[in-house]
């Protein structure tokens, strides 16, 4: 198996987990009188046995992720986490250069009455999003040997 299908896989057991905690939820109690629509201690069984299966899957997800090279950029662990960061990198510079241009239709700068205060920028917002837009090519790129690893790599035992 790819890592690309057991990550597919993992996704599909997450959602299968969250199917059945909810169905648990709704059958947990039922009125006197009324038989409840699931029983949900079978459904309770059945999302050990799927979170049993997740959690061998995530393990072996890992010890591929930890094994796999990508060149420069270390292990596919260490591509993660450099993809995690320049995702929140590229988030915090967006979010610096849309605060620091402020909202409205000039841009923040003006004034409605000559007795209000103007509100200037304490950062250069051209510089930011110029930086948010390498972030994000970086990202690209780097997302780009990720996806080409999990479709290439097969998952460790």
Same mark, same amino acid.
């Given at each position: 198996?790819?890592?690309?299908?057991?990550?597919?896989?993992?996704?599909?057991? *997450?959602?299968?987990?969250?199917?059945?905690?909810?169905?648990?939820?709704?059958?947990?109690?039922?009125?006197? @009188?009324?038989? +409840?629509?699931?029983?949900?201690?079978?459904?309770?069984?059945?999302?050990?046995? *799927?979170?049993?299966?997740?959690?061998?899957?995530?393990?072996?997800? !890992?010890?591929? !992720?930890?094994? *796999?090279?990508?060149? +420069?950029? @270390?292990?596919?662990?260490?591509?993660?986490?450099?993809?995690?960061?320049?995702?929140?990198?590229?988030? #915090?510079? #967006?979010?610096?250069?849309?605060?620091?241009?402020?909202?409205?239709?000039?841009?923040?700068? @003006?004034?409605? /009455?000559?007795?209000?205060?103007?509100?200037?920028?304490?950062? +250069?917002?051209?510089?930011?999003?110029?930086?948010?837009?390498?972030?994000?090519?970086?990202?690209?790129? /780097?997302?780009?040997?990720?996806?080409?690893? !999990?479709?290439?790599?097969?998952? *460790?035992?």
């Amino acid at each position: 198996m790819k890592l690309a299908e057991a990550l597919a896989e993992r996704a599909a057991a *997450v959602r299968r987990v969250e199917q059945l905690r909810s169905r648990v939820e709704a059958s947990a109690r039922y009125q006197e @009188g009324e038989t +409840p629509a699931e029983d949900a201690a079978r459904l309770l069984a059945e999302a050990d046995e *799927v979170l049993d299966s997740l959690e061998a899957l995530i393990r072996r997800i !890992n010890r591929t !992720n930890a094994t *796999v090279e990508l060149g +420069p950029d @270390g292990t596919l662990t260490d591509a993660l986490a450099r993809r995690d960061v320049l995702r929140l990198r590229h988030a #915090t510079l #967006t979010a610096a250069a849309d605060a620091a241009a402020g909202s409205g239709g000039r841009g923040g700068y @003006g004034r409605q /009455l000559r007795s209000e205060l103007l509100m200037l920028s304490a950062l +250069p917002v051209a510089e930011l999003r110029e930086r948010a837009d390498l972030v994000a090519r970086d990202l690209r790129q /780097l997302d780009v040997r990720i996806q080409r690893a !999990n479709w290439e790599a097969d998952l *460790v035992v």
